[in-house]
């Protein structure tokens, strides 16, 4: 289970560290957002994440960057704080100085949420992989079964070029139904409109569709 720490205290790096390792977390850490933009993108299941770092604030980062679920900490106790973070997706805030017994387990709550739920997120977009819905901003999406269909198999093969003939064989094998080169399109532009996140589904010219975003990925509604 691989963890990134974005944390500039180097105590409590390596106090979190030297616990999470010791019960066979794999940690890697940045001190800096500008280091963290850097490492973020290689398929952590947790970030662990300072507010106050010396390049900026945390959240901000968590907003633009981060699409795992992330543990919050923090040296400001104010319900408003706690409040902000939550509302803006945390998993969990935790408030510094804390106890290693408390911070472990806050850890493996988190993750054993969301292996069970089986979630993937990016951005504001919410994907419920065993109950096959999507939501943006926790709202769910109304989308046709075809449309899911497109959608879900392009998560599958996240990251890989899916041809246009591929994505076409799927949905006839699985739902039945003709779809030729223009319904797909059609499809595919209305996936986008409808999550209102033009990058979502990237075009490959004279190849097909890939989904990059998965470089992140992971987490509950």
Same mark, same amino acid.
């Given at each position: 289970m691989k963890i990134l720490l974005v944390e500039d205290s180097e105590m409590?790096?390596?106090?979190?560290?030297? %616990?999470? #390792?010791e019960h066979n977390y794999e940690v890697s850490v940045a001190s800096t957002i500008k280091d963290a933009k850097e490492m973020v993108s290689n398929n952590y299941d947790l970030v662990i994440l300072d507010v106050m770092l010396p390049d900026?604030?945390?959240l901000d980062f968590f907003k633009n960057?981060?699409?795992v679920p992330t543990l919050v900490l923090s040296a400001h106790d104010e319900e408003d704080d706690v409040v902000t973070s939550l509302d803006?997706?945390? #998993? $969990?805030?935790?408030?510094?100085?804390?106890?290693?017994? #408390? %911070?472990?387990?806050?850890? *493996? *709550?988190?993750i054993k949420r969301n292996k069970k739920n089986n979630i993937k997120m990016y951005k504001n977009i919410t994907f419920d992989l065993d109950a096959y819905r &999507?939501?943006? $901003?926790?709202? =769910?999406?109304?989308l046709t079964g075809l449309e899911l269909k497109i959608l879900f198999y392009?998560? =599958? *093969?996240?990251?890989? %070029? &899916?041809?246009? $003939?591929m994505i076409i064989n799927r949905i006839c094998d699985e739902s039945g139904k003709f779809v030729n080169d223009n319904t797909l399109s059609v499809y595919i532009k209305r996936i986008r409109e409808k999550i209102g996140c033009e990058d979502i589904i990237?075009?490959?010219?004279?190849? !097909?569709?890939?989904? $990059?975003?998965?470089?992140?990925? &992971?987490? !509950?509604v």
């Open positions: 409590i790096v390596k106090a979190i560290k030297f %616990l999470l #390792e900026g604030n945390g960057y981060i699409n803006l997706g945390v #998993e $969990d805030y935790i408030i510094k100085p804390f106890r290693s017994k #408390e %911070l472990l387990s806050r850890i *493996n *709550n988190i &999507v939501y943006v $901003d926790k709202n =769910e999406i109304d392009l998560l =599958e *093969n996240k990251g890989i %070029l &899916v041809t246009r $003939d990237k075009t490959v010219k004279g190849g !097909g569709y890939r989904m $990059d975003l998965w470089k992140k990925l &992971v987490y !509950g």
